[in-house]
């Protein structure tokens, strides 16, 4: 009788760990999985703010490869990619930037920058002027870069170039860009030397439904 005690006893002990091990699997479900996730990238979105000042550490080149894999995973008219990447590591070129536009004086102390370009080769056609969508594309890809940072511990701002076509051309000789590549920005990218809050930008009077 002892012996069979002991089976019962471990049988039941087997059945209750089988239990709670379902129920722990159950209350795992992939719809609060799912908000998880959600709440992450909202809260992403909400906390990113524009950084200018960074520490001396520099950024892993395969940090600098997610940033850039989020860039191009931007939408984009047709699939047309219409754009280029440069990344800028080089200090010279750095300070460059940094003396030939006022604005951008954070980009020599930064560890790398991008500068996103619209390629005028490749360029979704349609029904759209000589222009396309490559400045909507560009920007998707900027702000998916800006984002990706953030979720990474860094920071970024994004310093305008394009419309103005003196920064255009000043910004296409320092780099040595060809023709066909118009630069829409420089973005600055590193690990903040501050915490910087972000703008609460939400105004509900600029939401309209149906009609204006």
């Known amino acids: 009788m002892k012996g069979y005690h002991w089976i019962i006893l471990l049988l039941s002990i087997a059945l209750i760990a089988v239990s709670v091990r379902l129920g722990a ?16 990238a909202l809260d992403c979105i909400m906390t990113r703010a524009s950084v200018r000042s960074y520490t001396d550490r520099q950024v892993a080149d395969t940090t600098i490869n997610k940033i850039l894999r989020a860039g191009m995973a931007a939408p984009t ?3 047309q990619q219409a754009w280029q990447f440069v990344v800028v590591t080089d200090q010279n070129l750095k ?5 030939a536009f006022e604005y951008t004086k954070m980009v020599d102390k930064c560890s790398f920058a991008v500068v996103v370009c619209g390629d005028m080769n490749n360029l979704f056609k349609g029904d759209m002027p000589d222009g396309g969508f490559w400045v909507e594309d560009c920007s998707a890809a900027s702000e998916n ?12 701002v994004w310093c ?9 051309e000043r910004l296409r000789g320092i780099l040595n860009l060809p023709s066909n590549l118009t630069p829409l920005n420089v973005m600055a990218f590193g690990y903040p030397a501050q915490s910087v809050a ?3 930008k939400w105004t509900p009077s600029k939401i309209h439904y149906n009609s204006f």
């Not at 699997?25 to 992450?40: I, L, V, Y």
């Not at 300070?95 to 003396?99: E, F, G, L, N, R």
């Not at 305008?160 to 255009?168: A, D, N, Q, S």
């Open 77 to 79: 008219a047709a699939n």
């Open 145 to 156: 870069m800006l984002l990706a940072a953030h979720a990474l511990g860094l920071g970024g």
């Open 25 to 40: 699997q159950s209350s795992s479900s992939p719809e609060k999985e799912g908000n998880s996730g959600s709440d992450a």
């Open 95 to 99: 300070d460059s930037i940094t003396a």
């Open 160 to 168: 305008g170039i394009y419309p103005l076509k003196e920064r255009v």
């Open 198 to 200: 972000p703008k609460d």
